[in-house]
């Protein structure tokens, strides 16, 4: 059964971080590509970073700069790192593995508020 943990959200003030974690179990995890994706309340999910299985990394074009994925093999995780987080960041953060299958955590709440 894949199972893919996420944890790491919460409330925290305008220029402030955040670190998520997803643990994955249940999939070969060196062979898929990992990603991050948030879903804002009334919005469509979008794409925020991707890691593939060969470490390379992408970003959407609004958080370059202030946010990092990164994997750790041996202990089937992968991370987002977010810095200088904004109200606009707010959102369910949701992790995926794919392809290619695709699977999805059950998200995260990130609220960015003062």
């Known amino acids: 059964q894949v199972q893919l943990v996420e944890s790491g959200g919460g409330l925290v003030q305008p220029g402030g971080s955040l670190r998520l974690s997803c643990a994955a179990s249940?999939?070969?995890?060196?062979?898929?590509?990992m990603g991050w994706y948030r879903q804002a309340p009334g919005k469509q999910r979008e794409w925020v970073a991707t890691?593939?299985?060969?470490?390379?990394?992408s970003y959407l074009d609004s958080v370059k700069g202030r946010f990092t994925i990164s994997r750790d093999t041996a202990k089937n995780t992968v991370y987002l790192q977010m810095n200088s987080l904004k109200p606009e960041d707010t959102a369910v953060y949701f992790c995926?593995?794919?392809?290619?299958?695709?699977?999805w955590g059950q998200g995260t709440q990130v609220t960015v508020s003062s």
């Open positions: 995926n593995a794919g392809p290619p299958n695709d699977y």
């Open positions: 249940g999939i070969i995890f060196r062979f898929y590509n």
């Open positions: 890691i593939t299985s060969g470490f390379s990394t």
